[in-house]
């Protein structure tokens, strides 16, 4: 059975804040570090808006985590950092500093902290609904603007999270997109 | 004593490889099944870290072939979050133990001491 994606958007906004509480705890878990996550921002917008923002941006670099879950519904989970923001996050998550562009090893990273971070958004999003989410395996991508998203129609609703990252005398913000997604829409 | 890693994000391999090296183990890596068994083959590590999630060769395909191999063989699974299922499906197919993502290094380094007190017949 599909749940109803508004039901569901509107679920996923009141969630965001003890997603990223689980997310900071789950990060300091694996890496031994303090991590806290908040969410500055959470606004629910349609997809062709958010490719609008992001085309418009004069540097408009990017890394972004691109996973699936699926379970009671499919959605998309991408976590965007610009190329900086994201050099320091795994600079300090690997306790030395790396260089842009991230090398394998610091994509594997970055996508392990998009796993951590999609999948504590998704065990909560499972307590809630008493359903269990199962993540695909995340992958990485780096391109300018929108290049970096998946096609999505452009009425799509997506659900934007700023968020901020404070980690051992580090500060820094990416942006997390969840997307329920309905068959067929992908 | 040996133990093989394997995963397809290189980020994990460096983690656990410098845990277990610190611990004094001797570590080898493989980042996907299909060269799991193959080093299985070559190196008869004591024990095996093997991820669930991985391309070309699953962790549950790769412990089935490295259990034909050698029925003996100790393996540890890795699983993410919401693998529930899969998990079963490795104890099922003899995995020794299980590790959730993201873990704790202790809990590593005690289910790898776990396993590695079972006595091969």
Known sequence: ?????????SIW??????????????????????????????NEVE???????????????????????????????????????????????????????????SLSALAEIGNVVGTAFLNVFA????????????????????????MFAVHQKVLVTEALFRV?????????????VKKGDE | MTILVVDDAAFMRMRLKK????????????????????????LKPDCVLMDITMPEMSGIDALQEIRRLDPDARVIMVSALGQQAMVIQAIQHGAKDFIVKPYEPDRVLSALNKVLSIQKS
Do not use: H
Request: include cysteine; glycine fraction near 8%; charge should be negative.
């Open chain 2, 19 to 42: 845990l277990l090296a610190e611990q004094g183990f001797a570590v080898e890596e493989a980042s996907d099944g299909k060269e799991a068994v193959a080093q299985y083959q070559a």
């Open chain 1, 127 to 150: 307590n809630v609904f008493g359903q269990v989410f199962e993540p695909t395996v995340p992958e990485v991508s780096q391109g300018q603007g929108s290049s970096v998203f998946p």
């Open chain 1, 168 to 180: 051992t005398g580090e500060t820094l913000t990416g942006e997390i997109l969840i997307a329920p």
């Open chain 1, 47 to 105: 997809w062709k808006e958010l490719l609008d923002k992001y085309d418009a941006r004069p540097a408009s670099e990017l890394y972004a985590v691109n996973l699936k879950a699926t379970g009671l519904i499919s959605a998309r989970i991408i976590l965007l950092f610009t190329p900086e923001n994201s050099r320091r996050l795994v600079s300090t998550m690997m306790g030395e500093e790396v260089g842009l562009p991230l090398d394998e090893v």
């Open chain 1, 1 to 9: 059975m599909e749940a109803n994606v508004e039901q569901v958007m």
């Open chain 1, 13 to 42: 906004g009141k969630i965001c804040g003890p997603g990223l509480e689980e997310a900071s705890r789950a990060l300091s878990r694996m890496t031994g570090l303090s991590f806290t996550m908040e969410d500055k921002a959470v």
